[in-house]
Each structure stands twice: as structure tokens, then as C-alpha cells.
């Protein structure tokens, strides 16, 4: 079965600072893997996916992230955070289009000035 | 404006009285899926559809049905609520399962006393 790890519960950064956020995943195949953000009160907002190709992806907000094969892992990085970056974020993945989507339990960021 | 909608956004209910949480989308979007969000437990999902009159059940569906009659509708039934179904659920849905994001509702805060 899928599963999906975010190993840092809690983060806490300043504002400029650059962030990384982890993510690993364990999977047979190549996952679909997405990065979601949750702004206190709100929903989810997809941030970036990856399903093929360059395995650096560009997303929203000034967000990226990189998959690595080799070690499972999907981490989300922003060079320079700003303080409306103060969110909730949730690796997902899918498998491979049977539509079973699992979360991971999902990383809390705090940004101090 | 694309969007998911659910109803009612908070519900405060008892034992055993049962309730519908309505879900709709105006995207057209083939896919739809319950989640429920618990502190530390990240979103798991409940149940999945990948069309009108195919459901299928997620991580936790006991003590839920689904029903998938219209594309745009996905209601989530608690015939007999407990507390431990007290949640952030949040419905969401996407052109097709796998490589599309999903959109999500606002969120349904339920209490079961």
C-alpha cells in the first residue's frame, strides 16, 4: 500500500529564510505526487505536481520541488520565505491514476520576522 | 467562477441523529472524493467516485455512504453519527483521477455530542 511520510510536524523559520520541507513516499511505480497548502480556515491549494519529466517542478507562489527516485523523497523548497507563506503543507500522492490519494499528516510553518 | 461547494460549512449534531453533507461542482469533473482532517492525522480519505454510479471506498469509510447520482453532486451520509466521526471534512474534485488536482470545498466542521 501507499503511504506517505512528512517526517517535521512543526517548522519554524524567519522571514527570508530559505525553506525545505520533506516529503517521502513509498510506492511500487512512479507516483503522482503533489504538494498542497492549507491557509488557516481554508481549504487545500495545489501548489505543484509531478507525474513525469523533469524532476524539478515549478509551481505557485514562488514554491519548487524536486523528486528523487533514489530516495523516495519529494521535498518542497522556496529560496526566500515571506510571512504570508504561514500555512499548513500536505505531500500527496497518487497512485498512479487507480485514484486512492494519500496524504501525509502534514507540516505546520511558522514564519517570525 | 470554478468552484466546490459543500453544505452546511459547521454542523453541530447528536448521537445517532441522521445527517447529509452536500458536496457539489460546476467544472464538470469526472472525479470527486471525501476527506476528513484530523489534527496529526493529516487528511484520509473516505470515499472516491470516478463517475456518476461508480463509487468506491478510501482509507476510512466505515460509518459513511456516498451516493453518486448526478456528476456534479457527491453527498457524504452519516446514517448514524458518533462522536468519533466529530471532523474537518472536506470534499474535492478533479477532471480525472491521477495526474489532475484536485479542487477543494471549504470544509465541513462537524461535531457529534
Known amino acids: 500500500a501507499q503511504s506517505v511520510t512528512q517526517p517535521d510536524i512543526h517548522i519554524t523559520v524567519s522571514e527570508g529564510a530559505s525553506l525545505e520541507l520533506r516529503c517521502n513516499y513509498s510506492?511500487?511505480?512512479?507516483?503522482?505526487l503533489f504538494w498542497y497548502v492549507q491557509s488557516p480556515g481554508q481549504g487545500l491549494q495545489l501548489l505543484l505536481k509531478y507525474f513525469s519529466g523533469d524532476t524539478l517542478v515549478q509551481g505557485i507562489k514562488g514554491f519548487e520541488a524536486e523528486f528523487k527516485r533514489s530516495q523516495s523523497s519529494f521535498n518542497l523548497r522556496k529560496p526566500s520565505v515571506h510571512w504570508s507563506d504561514a500555512a499548513e503543507y500536505f505531500c500527496?500522492?497518487?497512485?498512479?491514476?487507480?485514484?486512492?490519494?494519500?496524504f501525509g499528516t502534514g507540516t505546520k510553518l511558522q514564519v517570525i520576522p | 467562477e470554478a468552484q466546490v461547494t459543500q453544505n452546511p460549512r459547521y454542523l453541530i449534531t447528536v448521537t445517532g441523529k441522521k445527517l447529509t453533507v452536500t458536496c457539489s461542482q460546476n467544472m464538470n469533473h469526472e472525479y470527486m472524493s471525501w476527506y476528513r482532517q484530523d489534527p496529526g492525522l493529516g487528511l484520509r480519505q473516505i470515499y472516491y467516485s470516478m463517475n456518476v454510479e461508480v463509487t468506491d471506498k478510501g482509507d476510512v469509510p466505515e460509518g459513511y455512504k456516498v451516493s453518486r447520482k448526478e456528476k456534479r453532486n457527491f453527498p457524504l451520509i452519516l446514517e448514524s453519527p458518533s462522536p468519533n466521526q466529530t471532523s474537518l471534512y472536506f470534499c474535492a474534485s478533479s477532471l480525472l483521477a491521477g495526474v489532475n488536482e484536485q479542487y477543494f470545498g471549504p470544509g465541513t466542521r462537524l461535531t457529534v455530542t
Open positions: 500527496a500522492v497518487d497512485s498512479g491514476g487507480y485514484q486512492k490519494v494519500t
Open positions: 510506492y511500487g511505480a512512479t507516483p503522482y
